[in-house]
């Protein structure tokens, strides 16, 4: 089954960094833009950062503009989102998820998703 996987989510403190990564060990990712998603307990599912197919389009939520930058490594078929100044509010379970030719327009159809990695800031 076609799918994609994230990795590196953990505990650190405040003002810590986490770099997750994204990738698919079935198919490139390519021709794919990816966009990064994170749900706290309680509260819905909310998107927080894209990358183009191409990597020379991406954008951020106000809530990590500064803070977390999105990258895409095409020889590894991975996606990157380097967090830096973590805070507690960063606290959630972090999705990555794949729309074909996807050039971060806004959308709510996605072709594929992970299964998230949980990410807790917390001293």
């Known amino acids: 089954q076609w799918q994609l996987v994230e990795s590196g989510g953990g505990l650190v403190q405040p003002g810590g960094s986490l770099r997750l990564s994204c990738t698919a060990s079935?198919?490139?990712?390519?021709?794919?833009?990816i966009g990064w998603f994170r749900q706290a307990p309680g509260k819905e599912r909310e998107p927080i950062s894209c990358?183009?197919?191409?990597?020379?389009?991406?954008n951020y939520a106000d809530s990590v503009k500064g803070r977390f930058t999105v990258s895409r490594d095409y020889s590894k078929n991975t996606i990157y989102l380097q967090m830096d100044s973590l805070e507690p509010e960063d606290t959630a379970v972090y999705y990555c998820?794949?729309?074909?030719?996807?050039?971060?327009?806004?959308?709510?159809?996605?072709?594929?998703w992970g299964q998230g990695t949980q990410v807790t800031i917390s001293s």
């Open positions: 998820a794949a729309r074909f030719r996807w050039d971060c327009t806004p959308t709510e159809s996605y072709d594929y």
């Open positions: 079935l198919f490139s990712l390519d021709y794919y833009g």
């Open positions: 990358i183009s197919k191409s990597g020379s389009n991406t």
